[in-house]
């Protein structure tokens, strides 16, 4: 089972940015996509983006297109999410998940082992 520990959410203003991060225990992270979720108060999780295994391929929702990039760093078992252009609706708990497969997948269903979450909070 791999622990995955987010980090980097807090408090900016629309407009700004952030950078998280989320660190992976154990050897097959190379081997596998990753993905970042994120859930609002009442909503469902929902899909923000997903990489590869290797970084080639990389998928992002609709609503963030543009404004935030995935990356992944497999020597240092790291997947990372730079946001910019912060707005008020991209607040949430963003959590990092690990998908079953090597693609860049965008549903829930496939990622297996998923992060406690970061807080992202966007002020107006």
């Known amino acids: 089972q791999v622990l995955l520990v987010e980090s980097g959410g807090g408090l900016v203003q629309a407009g700004g940015s952030l950078r998280l991060s989320c660190a992976a225990s154990?050897?097959?992270?190379?081997?596998?996509?990753m993905g970042w979720f994120r859930q609002a108060p009442g909503k469902e999780r929902e899909f923000v983006a997903a990489?590869?295994?290797?970084?080639?391929?990389?998928n992002y929702a609709d609503a963030v297109k543009g404004r935030f990039t995935i990356s992944r760093d497999n020597a240092k078992n790291t997947v990372y999410l730079q946001m910019v252009s912060l707005k008020p609706e991209d607040a949430a708990v963003y959590y990092c998940?690990?998908?079953?497969?090597?693609?860049?997948?965008?549903?829930?269903?496939?990622?297996?082992?998923w992060g406690q979450g970061t807080q992202v909070t966007v002020s107006s």
């Open positions: 998940a690990k998908s079953f497969v090597r693609n860049a997948v965008t549903t829930v269903s496939g990622f297996g082992s």
């Open positions: 990489i590869s295994w290797g970084g080639g391929s990389t």
């Open positions: 154990g050897r097959t992270f190379s081997s596998y996509g």
